[in-house]
């Protein structure tokens, strides 16, 4: 998906190699706040490095990018047209979401997690105006700038919704996992499982930045305008 948009960037790959990094001879480094502090004092001998707050939401990351790199335009150009782009979507799919109906997302990535207000939630609240169901609400309460929550298949009804989104990944260990668990009887008698109201996504729409929230969010949009339910990984399709 981000390929298109990183042509003549040389990508690193996880874990760093410091040599491979020097060699680069970067003027500036920007990493995220997880960053383990033994491998931000070797960034700090390269050049000069700063970090993002891993817990920023989408716009303010935005912003502080846009200012650090004098693209502040830029960054509420983006912003505007998110928000133009969310509003058109509410409005076109305003018969097929109810008043008030709830949505939940889940992703199963070497577990099962809920998302709350950013990634795949920006996309249900922010994006698309679902309303949050209680559980979710009251994690996004208690923490505005959570992520999302693991939890266990067993008290996945907790978090029963109008509409579940499911982010899986299409092979690999955690494929095979996640076919078990659409298989259990707790997610088979989820109410919107048995409604036919469920939506499976690739995992790689499930991240959180500009290109990929864009992205996400016509996705989602065009799917449900045109009533699919597997558009982006065919759960026949898994391995």
Do not use: C
Request: glycine share 6%; net charge negative.
């Amino acid at each position: 998906m981000l390929e298109k948009h990183t042509e003549g960037i040389l990508s690193l790959k996880e874990p760093i190699d410091i040599e491979e990094l020097i060699a680069l001879k970067p003027d500036l480094i920007i990493y995220p706040s997880y960053t383990p502090p033994a491998l931000v004092s070797e960034f700090r001998r390269i050049a000069t490095s700063l970090d993002i707050n891993w817990k920023d939401n989408v716009n303010v990351r935005m912003r502080k990018l846009g200012a650090l790199f004098g693209k502040e335009q830029a960054a509420n150009e983006w912003i505007s047209s998110y928000a133009n782009r969310s509003e058109y979507w509410q409005r076109t799919l305003k018969d097929q979401i109810g008043h008030k109906e709830t949505a939940v997302a889940f992703v199963y990535h070497h577990g099962l997690f809920v998302y709350t207000g950013h990634h795949f939630g920006h996309t249900l609240y922010n994006g698309l105006g679902f309303e949050p169901p209680d559980r979710v609400r009251e994690l996004m309460s208690n923490d505005s700038q959570m992520k999302w929550k693991r939890i266990s298949l067993e008290s996945i009804h907790a978090y029963s919704s109008d509409r579940i989104f499911m982010a899986l990944p299409a092979f690999g260990p955690d494929a095979a996992r996640v076919r078990q668990l659409l298989e259990d009887e707790a997610w088979l008698t989820l109410p919107a499982v048995q409604a036919g109201k469920v939506r499976y996504v690739d995992l790689s729409l499930a991240n959180y930045n500009p290109i990929t929230l864009n992205d996400h969010l016509e996705a989602i949009g065009a799917s449900m305008l045109e009533g699919l339910t597997d558009f982006t990984i065919p759960y026949s399709q898994m391995t």
